[in-house]
């Protein structure tokens, strides 16, 4: 019988330029287990850990799973929006033509194969192209405002990297949950912060968050090159930091060291310095589309490429040019 073939973004090797790495080429379509689902991809986007599995970098992340010499997966796109095609047999969740959301591994291509768990109903009140936008970003968004930091309404909350995939996600949900929202953005893009409903912008060009009389009960930190001593003066007493992650050049650690110094001082402390790693689950998926169907939270989407131009759309984003999101359409 003759082979399926799809349309596919596949890589051979780790490295840190996407042009050079990633390339269109006619693969064979992915097979499905008996618990797993065929999905058809009509959009994937891109955040800052498409980069990282792309490159391979930090280190420490092959160990992880990715793969030591090679990148495992093929193709670094997991993030989905698409229609079910077919269905395993022990698959009770989904059937062909529901219109889906989450995660996979090799989303920048026609078809993907996921598991239930990590996929939902997408948003009725979505495109595709939107849809795509939420998972990763958001999980994480809803995770470290909601069970991290334990966001309660009329908190202070204060979002580092608000203009951001995740931050865009989480100024608008900690909002939901009735929190008084700063966001920090460069001057660009103080306009999208405060669009998003954010109640205060600091433009970290021209001001400190950490002036003034101003202390916050949670911090999410996206932007990772704040140190904590400074990042603490900003949070109250008893206030909680969650550092989300941040872009630095280390190949080794990558903000890794900050996040240990965080874990070993929290318990000497009155405040609480965390960290986390988002998990990519079905039901925080659902409780999202709550959340967006409510008209609480939108993806702010800054553009989208042809799947061709993923390459080109990983590099907009390790250019620090991107406003909230930006997707793939397949
Ligand atoms: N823990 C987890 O499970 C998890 C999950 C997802 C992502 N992450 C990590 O979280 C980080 C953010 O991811 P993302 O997808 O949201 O990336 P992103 O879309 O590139 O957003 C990062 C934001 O950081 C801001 N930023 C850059 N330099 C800054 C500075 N000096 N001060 C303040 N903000 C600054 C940028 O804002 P401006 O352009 O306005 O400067 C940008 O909007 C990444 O490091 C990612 O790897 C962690």
């Known amino acids: 019988m003759a082979v399926e073939t799809m349309r596919a973004i596949v890589q051979d090797d780790y490295g840190s ?6 390339r269109l080429a006619e693969v064979a379509r992915p097979t499905i287990g008996d618990d797993e689902i065929l999905v058809h991809v009509r959009a994937a986007s891109v955040d800052r850990g498409t980069w990282h599995i792309m490159a391979g970098l930090p280190y420490p992340i092959r160990v992880a799973g990715f793969g030591l010499r090679r990148p495992k997966s093929l193709n670094p796109g997991r993030c989905l929006a698409g229609t079910v095609e077919s269905v395993g047999k022990k698959v009770t969740e989904f059937k062909p033509g529901d219109e889906v959301y989450g995660t996979c591994e090799g989303s920048f291509a026609e078809y993907a194969s ?6 939902a109903l997408k948003p009725a009140n979505l495109s595709f192209e939107q849809a795509a936008a939420v998972p990763i970003s958001a999980l994480t968004a809803l995770q470290g405002v909601r069970d991290q930091a334990q966001v309660q309404a009329g908190q202070r909350v204060l979002i580092i990297g608000a203009s951001g995939g995740v931050g865009t996600f989480a100024v608008q949900i900690a909002k939901a949950f009735g929190a008084e929202v700063t966001g920090v953005s460069s001057t660009a893009k103080v306009d999208l912060v405060r669009a998003l409903g ?6 970290y060009t021209r001001d400190d968050f950490a002036d003034g009389e101003h202390r916050y009960d949670a911090i999410l930190d996206t932007g990772g090159n704040r140190r904590l001593s400074h990042l603490r003066r900003a949070l109250t007493p008893r206030g909680r930091l969650v550092l989300v992650g941040g872009e630095t050049d280390g190949r080794w650690l990558g903000g890794m060291d900050r996040v240990l110094r965080a874990k070993l001082l929290s318990p000497l402390v009155s405040q609480k310095l965390g960290t986390f790693i988002g998990s990519e689950n079905a039901k925080d998926l659902a409780a999202l589309r709550e959340l967006v169907e409510a008209g609480k939270v939108a993806p702010a989407v800054d553009r989208t490429y042809p799947l061709s131009e993923a390459p080109a759309a990983i590099r907009y984003l390790q250019d620090g040019h991107a406003r909230g999101k930006l997707v793939i359409t397949v």
């Open 17 to 22: 330029a996407p042009e050079e790495v990633l």
């Open 114 to 119: 996921a598991r239930a768990g990590r996929l």
């Open 198 to 203: 954010a109640d205060h912008v600091v433009d």
